[in-house]
């Protein structure tokens, strides 16, 4: 499935520290239950996204992916970049500090169905091969590439944090 491929090379940016506030959920390594799982905190998020002040832009979104167990579950955390952590926030909101880092950027593009197979090439293939260690948290970037969960033409960026 070639459009379900992430970039092979990676670029390589750096990011100053930033918040995002969005809504969290633990859930399994295993793509069916992470698919149904995130897919419906995004849908709860999204109708949760009006309501959170100080968004810095709306149409650019994250998923971020930290806290890795043993037991294959992992927290996540569908959620917009924010100004100021020490607003209201509605109920279930969390604020979580993404640190100011170096990461390889990998841009996924397909369905999201094939996005498991990006992480596992990232994780199991790329990162062994390149010789860089990465930290213990990821994230998704979605912006107007995005095109929805279920289109291929998606676009979507994966960031993994070097050390």
């Given at each position: 499935?070639?459009?379900?491929?992430?970039?092979?090379?990676?670029?390589?940016?750096?990011?100053?520290?930033?918040?995002?506030?969005?809504?969290?959920c633990?859930?399994?390594?295993?793509?069916?239950?992470?698919?149904?799982?995130?897919?419906?905190?995004?849908?709860?998020?999204?109708?949760?996204?009006?309501?959170?002040?100080?968004?810095?832009?709306?149409?650019?979104?994250?998923?971020?992916?930290?806290?890795?167990?043993?037991?294959?579950?992992?927290?996540?955390?569908?959620?917009?970049?924010?100004?100021?952590p020490?607003?209201?926030?509605?109920?279930?909101?969390?604020?979580?500090?993404?640190?100011?880092?170096?990461?390889?950027?990998?841009?996924?593009?397909?369905?999201?169905?094939?996005?498991?197979?990006?992480?596992?090439?990232?994780?199991?293939?790329?990162?062994?091969?390149?010789?860089?260690?990465?930290?213990?948290f990821?994230?998704?970037?979605?912006?107007?590439?995005?095109?929805?969960?279920?289109?291929?033409?998606?676009?979507?960026?994966?960031?993994?944090?070097?050390?």
């Amino acid at each position: 499935m070639k459009n379900q491929t992430p970039t092979l090379e990676p670029t390589f940016v750096k990011k100053d520290e930033f918040k995002i506030a969005g809504l969290q959920c633990l859930t399994l390594m295993e793509q069916d239950e992470y698919q149904k799982d995130i897919g419906q905190l995004w849908e709860e998020f999204m109708g949760t996204l009006p309501n959170i002040k100080n968004k810095t832009n709306e149409s650019k979104t994250y998923g971020l992916c930290f806290d890795f167990k043993e037991t294959n579950e992992y927290s996540y955390v569908s959620g917009v970049e924010i100004d100021d952590p020490n607003i209201s926030l509605p109920d279930k909101v969390v604020v979580k500090t993404i640190p100011a880092s170096r990461y390889a950027v990998f841009t996924y593009k397909g369905d999201m169905s094939g996005v498991g197979a990006a992480f596992k090439y990232i994780y199991e293939t790329w990162l062994p091969q390149s010789g860089e260690v990465p930290e213990e948290f990821s994230f998704e970037f979605y912006d107007e590439r995005f095109l929805g969960p279920s289109n291929k033409n998606s676009e979507m960026d994966i960031y993994i944090p070097l050390k």
